[in-house]
T-cell receptor, first 114, second 115 residues
Framework: AQSVTQPDIHITVSEGASLELRCNYS??????LFWYVQSPGQGLQLLLK??????LVQGIKGFEAEFKRSQSSFNLRKPSVHWSDAAEYFC????????????FGGGTRVLVKP | GAVVSQHPSRVICKSGTSVKIECRSL??????MFWYRQFPKKSLMLMAT?????????EQGVEKDKFLINHASLTLSTLTVTSAHPEDSSFYIC???????????FGEGSWLTVV
């Protein structure tokens, strides 16, 4: 069975500082990995995804993530956060073998200080 | 633009009534769609897999008689919450798989409030 852990429930970062959100997954085969962002009262927006190929993935809004198979991780990074980045971030894992079902991590809430 | 559309985005219904939520793939055919539920301040949990032309596959613990799923066409899946109760109040979101590109798209989600 696939599972996802986001160790940090909350992260507070100053505007302009860098941000890294951790995601660890458990899955036997090659997973599909996703990062989504959800603003309060809103739906999910896909930031980026990894299916195969280059392990450093560029996404929207200046985000990137790196797939590290040896560490079973897919951490999300942004060099300089903006106040509008305050939101809930979800890491998710899926696979064709699992019928394209996604398993989500518990989420990390990001607060941005002025 | 959105490639998966959900409707309604927000709905309030009275206890005991039923409410239907639609999930449409707008420019592709989706043989498989998924329904997820998100409790307040929680993560998303898969409820069921909706398969076009066949019965939905429900995850453990999800009441199939309460959450009716119909995937009548390659572009439409519906979730009907029957005899709704306040504890059914939640954010429901669907996703559709675009087979040829192995891409998963999410709808905008539907906020259900049962009063």
């Amino acid at each position: 069975a696939q599972s996802v852990t986001q160790p940090d429930i909350h992260i507070t970062v100053s505007e302009g500082a860098s941000l890294e959100l951790r995601c660890n997954y458990s899955y036997g085969a090659t997973p599909y990995l996703f990062w989504y962002v959800q603003s309060p009262g809103q739906g999910l927006q896909l930031l980026l995804k990894y299916f195969s190929g280059d392990t450093l993935v560029q996404g929207i809004k200046g985000f990137e993530a790196e797939f590290k198979r040896s560490q079973s991780s897919f951490n999300l990074r942004k060099p300089s956060v903006h106040w509008s980045d305050a939101a809930e971030y979800f890491c998710a894992v899926g696979s064709k073998a699992a019928g394209n079902k996604l398993t989500f991590g518990g989420g990390t809430r990001v607060l941005v200080k002025p | 633009g959105a490639v998966v559309s959900q409707h309604p985005s927000r709905v309030i219904c009275k206890s005991g009534t039923s409410v239907k939520i639609e999930c449409r793939s707008l420019d592709f055919q989706a043989t498989t769609m998924f329904w997820y539920r998100q409790f307040p301040k929680k993560s998303l949990m898969l409820m069921a897999t909706s398969n076009e032309g066949s019965k939905a596959t429900y995850e453990q613990g999800v009441e199939k008689d309460k959450f009716l799923i119909n995937h009548a066409s390659l572009t439409l899946s519906t979730l009907t919450v029957t005899s709704a109760h306040p504890e059914d109040s939640s954010f429901y979101i669907c996703s559709a798989v675009r087979d040829r590109v192995d891409t998963i798209y999410f709808g905008e989600g539907s906020w259900l409030t049962v009063v």
